[in-house]
């Protein structure tokens, strides 16, 4: 995520940590692996590739792994194309 973009938008930034990561991101019925997996696949399907490598980091250190996110690609492919798994695949390549 880019912080310095956010601060041209202060409650835009104050609703980002606040809400989204200090309320939907720590509530319990998903954890934060499942929650990863699901942001992944949401912005993957919606073409929202500028802001894979920040959350690909942060699946990463949720305990997902490289293999895991090759396979959420590989499967996404069916169902958001192939070009949309290719531009993920590009993305976790370039930022290793």
Same mark, same amino acid.
Request: net charge positive.
């Given at each position: 995520?880019?912080?310095?973009?956010?601060?041209?938008?202060?409650?835009?930034?104050?609703?980002?940590?606040?809400? %989204? /990561?200090?309320?939907?991101? &720590?509530?319990?019925? *998903?954890?934060?692996?499942?929650?990863?997996?699901?942001?992944?696949?949401?912005?993957?399907?919606?073409?929202?590739? &500028?802001? *894979?490598?920040?959350?690909?980091?942060? @699946?990463?250190?949720?305990?997902?792994? &490289? /293999? &895991?996110l090759?396979? %959420?690609?590989t499967? +996404?492919?069916? /169902?958001?194309?192939?070009?949309? @798994?290719?531009?993920? %695949?590009?993305? +976790?390549?370039?930022?290793?």
């Amino acid at each position: 995520m880019n912080k310095d973009l956010l601060t041209l938008a202060p409650k835009l930034k104050t609703l980002t940590d606040d809400v %989204l /990561y200090h309320d939907i991101w &720590e509530r319990r019925l *998903l954890n934060k692996r499942e929650r990863s997996i699901a942001t992944l696949s949401v912005l993957i399907s919606l073409g929202r590739f &500028e802001q *894979l490598p920040h959350h690909i980091n942060l @699946a990463k250190q949720h305990n997902v792994n &490289e /293999y &895991e996110l090759i396979e %959420l690609f590989t499967h +996404l492919a069916f /169902y958001s194309g192939w070009p949309a @798994a290719m531009s993920a %695949l590009k993305q +976790l390549r370039d930022n290793q």
